[in-house]
Nanobody, 122 residues
Framework: QVQLVESGGELVQAGGSLRLSCAAS????????VGWYRQAPGKQRELVAH???????NYADSVKGRFTISRDNAKNTVYLQMNRLKPEDTAVYYC????????????????WGQGTQVTVSS
């Protein structure tokens, strides 16, 4: 079984910074693309950033220049460094990973974490 656990969300003032972590554990053979998503109250879940296994990254226009996604393959962990936070960044942040599980090498399964709350006060 595979688990994704997010951490690092908290209450922060506008202009501040946070670093979120998404740690994968379990019977992992490899991790492909990992994405950070967020969902604000009353809104649909949206993609914030993703990083491919080779390190290529992509960002939503709303966070470009402020957020940075990175990964530590040795630790099976992906980070989201969030700088110059704005009140509109307030949301529950989720990570999603495409993971190849030991013994099932032909398929990458999609896993979600439980989410971590980020609240930015004005």
């Amino acid at each position: 079984q595979v688990q994704l656990v997010e951490s690092g969300g908290e209450l922060v003032q506008a202009g501040g910074s946070l670093r979120l972590s998404c740690a994968a554990s379990g019977s992992i053979f490899s991790i492909n693309t990992v994405g950070w998503y967020r969902q604000a109250p009353g809104k649909q879940r949206e993609l914030v950033a993703h990083i491919r296994s080779g390190g290529n990254t992509n960002y939503a226009d709303s966070v470009k220049g402020r957020f940075t996604i990175s990964r530590d393959n040795a630790k099976n962990t992906v980070y989201l460094q969030m700088n110059r936070l704005k009140p509109e960044d307030t949301a529950v942040y989720y990570c999603n990973a495409e993971i190849v599980v030991e013994g099932h090498y032909n398929t990458a399964f999609s896993y979600w974490g439980q989410g971590t709350q980020v609240t930015v006060s004005s």
